[in-house]
């Protein structure tokens, strides 16, 4: 990784986690003869497994490298909403937080780029704080070798599924894409995608229903906002009127106006696609 190794006792601003679609993945690569594999010595194992095969660095500002046994290493130095700057309890929660939301927000990127480059449908993996790794002392290395604290070090080398490179180019791209958005609160938005994905697939469709609508509601605000934007000022007689003032925008911007409301203007204005708001309006 880049720059100098953190003290024992200092925040780290690198974290990890274990890729796992659903059981353990190679990545890149993975051994040509698991049984020969599997006759070497533990440390011999573990040493394959933690091979550097992959790295990436995101206009973001956070850099990326991948472990052959399935280890995505995050440092986010250069990426100041994942930085923890002092040592109370309060910043690592919050530097924390914000790492579980671009790990979670990179596996829905791992399942979106699976679908569209490999016409594949993996399970989506969700992320909790607990299951990032911090690099701590001793380099990520260290902290990837306790993945494998209390578990069979040869488990892994059973794994069937092989991620290949253009899926983590793919989706990192995605994520990059996600984390320099214009739309300040797009990765927010991604996360609740992602919570909606993950509830499908464990049968709540209550729970998915809500979040996946909470984000399409997100974005019919966010565009509605945008087109009273462009009709606040208009031109009349050759001089420029205020068409919606802060009485009317106001109105405009309350309860009364539904996403109903919302999707029928926008389409009729033509900033809404006829066909998502056709998807919109299906039951």
């Not at 984000?215 to 420029?240: F, I, P």
Request: aromatic residues 8%; proline residues 4%; contains cysteine.
């Amino acid at each position: 990784m880049k720059g100098d190794q953190p003290e024992k006792n200092e925040a780290s601003n690198t974290s990890a986690y274990r890729l796992m679609l659903p059981a353990w993945v190679w990545l890149i690569k993975g051994p040509d003869e698991p049984l020969e594999l599997m006759q070497q010595s533990a440390a011999t194992v573990v040493s394959f497994q933690l091979e550097e095969v992959f790295s990436m660095s995101l206009a973001a500002g956070i850099d990326i490298t991948a472990l052959r046994a399935g280890l995505m290493v995050f440092n986010f130095s250069n990426w100041p909403s994942g930085v923890v700057t002092d040592d109370s309890f309060d910043e690592r929660v919050r530097a924390q937080s914000q790492r579980v939301k671009v790990a979670n927000a990179h596996l829905l990127c791992v399942h979106s780029t699976y679908l569209t480059t490999e016409s594949l449908s993996v399970q989506t993996q969700r992320i909790a704080p607990r299951d990032l790794l911090s690099q701590g002392g001793g380099g990520h290395g260290g902290a990837a070798t306790r993945i494998f604290t209390g578990l069979n070090p040869l488990e892994v080398i059973g794994a069937s599924l092989v991620v290949p490179e253009v899926v983590l180019t793919d989706s990192l791209n995605k994520l990059d894409a996600i984390l320099t958005h214009d739309l300040e609160f797009a990765l927010d938005l991604v996360v609740l995608l992602h919570q909606a994905h993950v509830a499908y697939q464990e049968y709540d469709y209550s729970l998915t229903t809500v979040l996946a609508w909470t984000v399409c509601e997100a974005l019919l605000n966010t565009k509605w906002n945008g087109y009273l934007d462009e009709q606040k000022q208009r031109e009349q007689d050759g001089n420029s009127i205020t068409a919606i003032n802060s009485s009317r925008r106001s109105f405009l911007t309350s309860g009364n106006i539904t996403a109903n409301i919302m999707s029928e203007v926008l389409e009729l204005s033509g900033k809404l696609p006829l066909d998502l708001y056709i998807k919109l309006q299906s039951p």
